[in-house]
């Protein structure tokens, strides 16, 4: 491959990507793995990180970079995701 990284999906979304990270492990070479990027988001509101099971997710893919999204916009903190601004930036912490 001649990129930096293939964004390989969310692993904590849904049965199929956690299924190809899970084949990734033994199905791709040394270098096509070290390519690869998770997808996933912050801890969810009320959950510490080790308990989330989307962040477990992201770490269970074994994949050597991870991408999270996160909530910016204070009008998405309140209205999408429901938390408050200081909920959300501990989210992000």
Request: hydrophobic share 45%; charged share 25%; proline share 3%.
């Amino acid at each position: 491959f001649d990129v930096d990284f293939i964004e390989a999906g969310w692993p904590g979304s849904n049965p199929k990507d956690a299924a190809f990270f899970e084949r990734a492990k033994t199905d791709l070479t040394e270098l096509e793995k070290s390519k690869l990027a998770a997808f996933g988001s912050t801890r969810r509101k009320g959950i510490a990180a080790d308990q989330d099971s989307q962040v477990q997710a992201l770490l269970d893919s074994q994949a050597p970079t991870v991408c999270i999204v996160a909530k910016a916009h204070s009008w998405q903190v309140t209205d999408i995701l429901r938390a408050t601004l200081e909920e959300n930036l501990a989210m992000i912490e």
